[in-house]
């Protein structure tokens, strides 16, 4: 009864830029954190950047200064912008809310289907 589905992915040269959004919907009680995490072959999904209801972020050191995450909690919605994107970058990009539902006292992780970013050298 909760769906977060996601936009914005897609090919870029490297040096561009590219904005995901996720909107998440349903019976949602409260979202603690929104985040993105994104995948490569072969290798353990990793955490892109997060956002806490109160606005306090967190970054993994690759991507301090190049993207920047931000969250409408009226609309249960995250973005994350891209700058300055690197072939490395490329990867499936998932959004992750750590909520709890209507009716629950428990805090659960959802993550939406996942958006392939491409940066081409």
């Known amino acids: 009864q909760v769906q977060l589905v996601e936009s914005g992915g897609g090919l870029v040269q490297a040096g561009g830029s590219l904005r995901l959004s996720c909107a998440a919907s349903?019976?949602?009680?409260?979202?603690?954190?929104m985040g993105w995490y994104r995948q490569t072959p072969g290798k353990q999904r990793e955490l892109v950047a997060t956002?806490?209801?109160?606005?306090?972020?967190n970054y993994a050191d690759s991507v301090k200064g190049r993207f920047s995450i931000s969250r409408d909690n009226a609309k249960n919605t995250v973005s994350l912008q891209m700058n300055s994107l690197k072939p490395e970058d490329t990867a499936v990009y998932y959004c992750?809310?750590?909520?709890?539902?209507?009716?629950?006292?428990?805090?659960?992780?959802?993550w939406g289907q996942g958006t392939q970013v491409t940066v081409s050298s």
């Open positions: 956002i806490t209801s109160g606005g306090v972020t």
């Open positions: 992750n809310s750590r909520l709890i539902r209507i009716g629950s006292f428990r805090v659960d992780d959802y």
């Open positions: 349903g019976s949602i009680f409260t979202i603690n954190i």
